[in-house]
């Protein structure tokens, strides 16, 4: 087989294999927090659910934080409605990874972003992943984007920044992650002593 073959031969598959679907938002009334990541990785658009890459963290995290009563998997991803919680993405195209976004995605997300963070009026918004947080809060490159409760908001709420909980960030320890979503329970856990008494 010649290489131009080759070459056509991989184009022809590359075009008839599925093509993975847009996830669906995981979202209920009532939200503690709505967590939004950037885009759906490719194992988690094949196989519906979020954060469902092998070395993903985010299931753990919100466990051993104290944010659900259970362990959960991603395939069980639709019960964080029932506790108070969304998911959604900037960006609904699966990619194996962000440099794969055009710019213009992160400009269309962002728009979408906020109309849905308006319709669903959650406690927070919940950013996953620093990298999210800085387009999405314009943080120049040269500055630090810092975990936790950010001084600005998003369509009026408040914005709390988690460390992106994927096996591939090398910049987070577990005990760093970890402390970041312990500090989102604290917050929210204020939050609603503020609404008793208020």
């Not at 709390?160 to 005990?175: K, T």
């Amino acid at each position: 087989m010649t290489k131009a073959s080759q070459r056509a031969s991989r184009r022809t598959q590359t075009a008839t294999a599925p093509r993975p679907q847009p996830l669906r938002d995981r979202v209920g009334p009532e939200l503690k927090a709505l967590f939004v990541g950037i885009n759906p990785g490719i194992r988690s658009a094949t196989i519906g659910h979020h954060f469902a890459g092998y070395s993903n963290r985010f299931w753990s995290l919100l466990f051993d934080a104290g944010l659900v009563p259970e362990r959960i998997t991603c395939e069980q991803d639709d019960r964080l409605p029932k506790w108070g919680f969304g998911l959604t993405n900037l960006i609904a195209r699966p990619t194996s990874g962000v440099g794969e976004l055009l710019s213009q995605e992160y400009i269309a997300g962002h728009t979408v972003l906020l109309k849905k963070v308006r319709r669903l009026r959650p406690r927070v918004v919940a950013l996953v992943g620093v990298t999210l947080a800085r387009m999405l809060l314009v943080i120049p490159s040269s500055e630090r984007v810092r975990l936790g409760l950010q001084p600005v908001r998003l369509a009026s709420l408040p914005v709390f920044v988690l460390p992106n909980p994927s096996g591939r960030n090398a910049h987070y320890s577990y005990g760093e992650m970890l402390a970041a979503f312990r500090a989102l329970k604290a917050y929210l856990g204020q939050d609603d002593v503020e609404t008793a008494i208020s």
